[in-house]
């Protein structure tokens, strides 16, 4: 196990274990509205810039041996936004595709998307699969965009497929188990997260991987998304790596 400083109580630098790296983290990329406000600018100049940090944030990962990121884009619920807001974070994503696609690739980048594309506008949805596809050869990084995503809706469609197979024979009763269900969410395919970090002092899930965060740790930085870096992330690693997981064991 490889041996990180902790800083004690007297402030001195203490040597204590280091666990293993989170090979899933989950970001909910908050603040962008506050970081703009804060500067005298429009909201979707804080979005825009929210879009460089998930730079910093991709970039940091293969040193930080993450292997997994995902990051909450869009819920269910920022449809209440403004028109205006919300049209203009579709064109973000629209640029951010288009921009972003050659260096993901060049990156070993892998995209996937959760959540339910078809509200999205159409031309973003094509984009969604073209990207899918132009990065599925990426094995550095998986980056997992929840994009007009809502856990409560997985779920509920995770349960409603299995009640399906139920209805037509295909599956008992007592086969709606813990791991049938985990099968049937959006995620089957990918760890539960290990660490979920949240920006800008928020300290609320707002309906983001309900189900696969039940042993994730959290982390709630005081920094609003636009000011993330790869330092901040780098902290939360370390914090994190820090921390001793028990999963319902005793100490010890
Ligand atoms: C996060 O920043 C971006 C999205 C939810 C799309 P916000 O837009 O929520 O920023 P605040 O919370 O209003 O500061
Ligand atoms: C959560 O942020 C959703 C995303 C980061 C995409 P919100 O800003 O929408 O969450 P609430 O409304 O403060 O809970
Ligand atoms: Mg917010």
């Known amino acids: 196990m490889e041996i990180g400083a902790a800083t004690g109580r007297n402030g001195a630098e203490a040597l204590s274990p280091l666990h293993p790296a989170p090979r899933h983290v989950g970001i909910i990329m908050d603040g962008n509205g506050r970081w703009a406000r804060a500067h005298g600018l429009d909201r979707l100049e804080g979005h825009r810039r929210g879009a460089e940090s998930v730079r910093e944030a991709i970039r940091a990962c293969p040193d930080l041996g993450v292997e997994v990121l995902t990051l909450y884009a869009f819920s269910t619920e920022n449809w209440r936004r403004p028109a ?57 990084l998986r980056l997992v965009v929840a994009l007009n995503y809502g856990a409560r809706a997985e779920i509920a469609n995770a349960a409603r497929r299995l009640a399906e197979q139920v209805a037509e024979g ?15 969410l959006e995620t089957a395919d990918l760890p539960d997260p290990d660490l979920v970090i949240r920006t800008s002092g928020e300290q609320r899930l707002s309906n983001f991987l309900l189900w696969q965060a039940a042993y994730a740790e959290f982390i709630f930085l005081q920094e609003t998304w636009p000011e993330f870096t790869q330092e901040s992330f780098a902290k939360a690693v370390r914090a994190f790596r820090a921390r001793d997981r028990r999963f319902g064991a005793s100490f010890g």
């Open 170 to 184: 295909a599956l008992a009763a007592e086969d709606v188990t813990e791991e049938a269900l985990a099968s049937a």
């Open 84 to 140: 205006e807001e919300v049209s203009g974070l579709m064109e973000l994503f629209r640029v951010y595709f288009a921009e972003e696609a050659e260096s993901l690739i060049r990156e070993g980048v892998r995209v996937t998307f959760l959540g339910d594309p078809t509200r999205l506008p159409a031309d973003v949805q094509s984009m969604m699969c073209a990207l899918e596809k132009a990065t599925q050869e990426g094995r550095q």
